[in-house]
């Protein structure tokens, strides 16, 4: 799969990273920005507050599948009143979006492989990104846990607060897995 990366930082350029190990082509947007034209998806890896100058800078992004790995802290609100990154998102691209990658401590991509079992990675978003979803989750080492349509991201956005305040309540970077008792 070719994919476009927007943002170089510890998510978008460790799941990039992981993304080439697996095969796809990977090409990184950082600030300049740049063409994602073509690409078969594009993931949005920047500072939550950053998106709309992000997006601004990138041509090429109609009707494209976009994963929103982007958080939001301090208050910050999406931009254009929306509920979430991913929904404005969205709107910008025209295309199908997802919210994904942004429970998950990135400092931890180089050790994914490693894991017992494979850890989840929860996403919210539009069916039509499924297939793109569940492909780059598991080549970045991850299973795809879906928690609903496109409206559930703003929850997603601020179950990511939790993730960071269990972290920094002593349990350290960690990863967490979602499993069904017949999945034990």
């Known amino acids: 799969m070719h994919i476009t990366v927007i943002g170089r930082g510890n998510i978008g350029g460790g ?6 190990q697996a095969g796809h082509k990977v090409e990184r947007l950082g600030r300049s920005g740049g063409d994602a ?3 078969e998806a594009v993931l949005v890896a920047v500072p939550g507050d950053a998106v709309q100058p992000a ?3 990138v041509t090429g992004l109609a009707g494209k599948t976009v994963l ?9 609100r999406p ?7 991913a929904e404005y998102i969205k709107s910008v691209t025209g295309g199908p979006a997802a919210k994904v990658f942004n429970t998950n401590i990135a400092l931890l991509y180089k050790r994914i492989a490693q894991a017992r079992v494979r850890p989840s990675n929860l996403w919210s978003g539009d069916e039509e990104a499924r297939g ?9 080492g991850y299973e795809a846990v879906r928690l609903g349509d496109l409206t559930m991201a703003a929850t997603q956005e601020d179950l990511a607060h939790s993730v960071i305040a269990i972290a920094q309540a002593g349990l350290g970077e960690f990863v967490y897995r979602l499993a069904t008792p017949e999945q034990l």
């Open 55 to 57: 997006l601004a800078a």
């Open 68 to 76: 929103d790995a982007t958080n939001l802290y301090g208050g910050v």
């Open 37 to 39: 034209g073509g690409a």
């Open 15 to 20: 799941l990039a990273d992981l993304w080439e």
């Open 132 to 140: 793109v979803v569940e492909q780059l989750s598991l080549d970045a």
């Open 79 to 85: 931009p254009g009143g929306f509920a979430s990154n």
